[in-house]
């Protein structure tokens, strides 16, 4: 086989994102479904821990996290790049990614398993057990997908949080219309790395889901139109918005999503340095680090203390932190614009990185 591999699958997350890109960026892959011996003898083998997706090279190489993969053809250069050229789009698409990646996550849990359980085990058994009648593919779906499951009350979907998930996914879908009635995807008339990562929770959960395709169709088609656009890898042509200016139809966004999400990366900062204390130099770091607390859509619960948003946030603090002081005045006039300046002194020190496909101390 010549060309890329990504093992991936329809029903994840971040597969989509992936998938999304590559198809943009006119890629030549092959998508291989992560059944029981590709788990076994390609991602156990090689990244050591089941994850997906996970692109092979075509030299034989294994790129883990989608960041990554999206980074290894951006590197090379060549038309069309994924990301903005100019500093305040570039801080924008990594606060998108940091809420498509780490708080979307909301919905995609709570839509999944407590609207659209037992159809994703039919799914899930698709590739558990390819050859098995649709009942045996349910059981094998059902044991994999239990283990998926049991992280959902972690991830800040329980019954007390539930309404308050699907009241802010409404808002988002309502927002997110109201954007797409202007541009056609989140930073002008061609597609970009913000359009892939949001692609993570919109095509899997929210739009491949059964039930909740049906409800995203009938309450914010212009969002099923864009999600169909994307992840067909359309939008290769076409322009950034001019001058670097973000448009006014994402600000209820950023408003909305920054407004929850910053007081959880603030706790879990806090978490983290407390295990930095006792961590050695260059040590890996655990994926969670305790339980803190949040609200979505007026209603308060627990979630897990993530690391791994704390990478995405380190993304975008990168480039406030390099920009140069014209930029950075427009960056604080549109922080201040959505309540956002406790972004600002947000700090991660010491910072992280990737090592062996797991985050660790830089
Ligand atoms: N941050 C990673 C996340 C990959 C990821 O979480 N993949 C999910 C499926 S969509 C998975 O395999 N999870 C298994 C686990 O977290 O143990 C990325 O961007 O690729």
Redesign the pocket.
């Known amino acids: 086989m010549t060309g890329y591999v990504l093992y991936g699958s329809d029903m994840?997350?971040?597969?989509g994102?992936?998938r999304a890109y590559l198809r943009w960026k006119g890629i030549d892959f092959t998508e291989i479904a992560p059944t029981p011996e590709v788990m076994k003898s390609e991602i156990m083998a090689n990244i050591g821990?089941?994850?997906?997706?996970v692109l092979k090279t075509p030299e034989g190489e294994y790129v883990?996290?989608?960041?990554d993969?999206i980074a290894h053809f951006e590197q090379k250069g060549g038309a069309p790049s994924a990301l903005p050229p100019l500093p305040l789009q570039l801080m924008v698409t990594f606060l998108l990614q940091l809420y498509a990646?780490e708080w979307l996550t909301l919905p995609a849990m709570h839509y999944r398993w407590n609207h659209n359980e037992d159809w994703i085990y039919g799914e899930f058994g698709k590739n558990a057990a390819p050859n098995g009648t649709p009942e045996e593919q349910y059981e094998a779906g059902k044991k994999v997908g239990q283990r998926?499951r049991s992280f959902v009350p972690m991830l800040g979907v329980t019954p007390e949080t539930a309404p308050g998930v699907e009241k802010a996914y409404e808002q988002f879908l309502a927002d997110f219309s109201a954007h797409l009635k202007k541009l056609p995807y989140l930073l002008g008339t061609r597609a970009s790395y913000a359009d892939f990562a949001m692609i993570?929770p919109l095509y899997?959960h929210q739009y491949r889901d059964k039930f909740s395709g049906e409800h995203m169709k009938e309450k914010a088609p212009l969002v099923a139109d864009y999600v169909e656009r994307v992840i067909a890898g359309k939008g290769q042509t076409g322009a950034f918005v001019a001058n670097d200016d973000i448009p006014k139809t994402l600000l209820p966004i950023l408003k909305a999503a920054l407004g929850e999400h910053i007081p959880v990366l603030s706790a879990t900062i806090d978490k983290y340095n407390e295990w930095v204390e006792t961590a050695e130099p260059r040590a890996e770091v655990p994926r969670g680090v305790g339980m803190v607390p949040f609200a979505t859509g007026g209603h308060a619960g627990m979630i897990s203390a993530r690391t791994?948003s704390l990478l995405r946030l380190q993304d975008a603090l990168d480039v406030y932190q390099m920009m140069m002081p014209s930029d950075r005045k427009r960056a604080d006039a549109m922080l201040a614009a959505v309540d956002a300046s406790g972004f600002k002194s947000l700090r991660i020190d010491p910072r992280l990185t990737r090592r062996n496909y797991k985050l660790a101390l830089a």
Do not use: E, L, N
């Open positions: 994840s997350y971040f597969s994102k992936a821990w089941p994850v997906i997706p883990q996290d989608t960041a993969i990646d998926f993570g899997a791994f």
